[in-house]
């Protein structure tokens, strides 16, 4: 149970930062980055630059507040927050918490019965999914992908019957192999968007099936990289382990590898390859 607020407590703000245009800070950021004593930043230096564009004048003790020193840095700005100064978390874009830092100073905050609030503005996830063209009335949001091979693998398959339409980040480099990876578990035909540079000058879409767009981020791509990939479809074909088992017995018969036959008959029936698989280990049986 969280404590209750304690009278003198400073307010914890979690200030939405521009994803790519400076004029798209709220002038409640901008307020916020003048009046508030205590600003933790996730890279001081653009900080500071995005101050001088948007004209503020920082009068506030700045920290540093990112993934290396999260942990140790949330007991300090707690301390700011118990000792009655207002703390503003701000990342390099878009909102903290949402694959920045942000979450555990909140719920250290939370514990301490600190209040938090938010400072609404841009976010690469709700951008990248109102123009994907993919459907936004239901979604998830999975972050950035392991960057193992392995891990990767088992974590899109584990994915591969979400019924949501998904929003991933990745970086320009991992984007070719990992683009591929989603293909081989969700299907080449799964439609999907990259979005690159989201509001910046040379903001780009592609829209198309997950295999064609694998193929166009071989060349190489540039720019910061968000990803919306539709979700599985409705299952319209076999369901009972038995006949999935079956059907990959047919495919196997006729020559095609036992792998190949799973991931096939996994992918045409709207089933996990996991399911499919252990069918077939169970018919074997």
């Known amino acids: 149970m ?28 901008r307020a916020a980055l003048a009046e508030t004593p205590v600003i933790a930043a996730e890279d001081t230096r653009r900080l500071r630059r995005l101050a001088g564009d948007l004209g503020v004048e920082l009068a506030a003790r700045v920290v540093s507040y990112n993934d290396v020193n ?15 100064r207002d703390v503003l978390v701000v990342t390099d874009a878009g909102m903290p918490g949402v694959s920045d830092p942000g979450y555990r100073l909140v719920r250290a905050a939370v514990a301490e019965g600190v209040p938090v609030t938010v400072l609404p503005g841009p976010s ?6 109102a123009v994907s063209g993919l459907p936004t ?11 193992r091979p ?25 984007l070719p192999v990992t683009l591929a990876a989603m293909a081989e578990a969700f299907g080449a035909d799964r439609p999907a968007a990259v979005c690159r540079e989201l ?25 910061e990289i968000t990803v919306v990939v539709g979700g599985a479809p409705e299952p319209q074909g076999l369901t009972d382990p038995a006949d999935l088992a ?7 018969a006729a020559g095609t590898p036992r792998k190949q036959a799973i991931a096939e008959v996994a992918r045409e029936n709207g089933a996990q390859k996991r399911l499919v698989y252990d069918a077939v280990v169970k018919a074997r049986k």
């Open 2 to 29: 969280a404590a209750v607020t304690g009278a003198g407590t400073g307010t914890l703000r979690l200030a939405a930062a521009p994803i790519g245009r400076p004029e798209d800070a709220s002038a409640r950021l």
């Open 70 to 84: 999260e942990r140790e840095r949330a007991a300090g700005l707690v301390g700011d927050l118990l000792a009655g």
């Open 124 to 129: 690469a996830v709700t951008t990248a999914l």
């Open 137 to 147: 009335d239901r979604f998830c949001f999975e972050g950035f992908p392991p960057r």
């Open 150 to 174: 392995g891990e990767r693998a088992r974590r899109l398959e584990a994915l591969a019957g979400e019924p949501r339409t998904m929003v991933f980040f990745e970086s320009p480099r991992r």
């Open 199 to 223: 509001t910046k000058t040379y903001e780009e879409v592609r829209r198309g099936p997950l295999g064609d767009l694998a193929a166009w981020a071989g060349d190489g791509v540039l720019g």
């Open 246 to 252: 079956a059907a990959v017995a047919d495919r196997e």
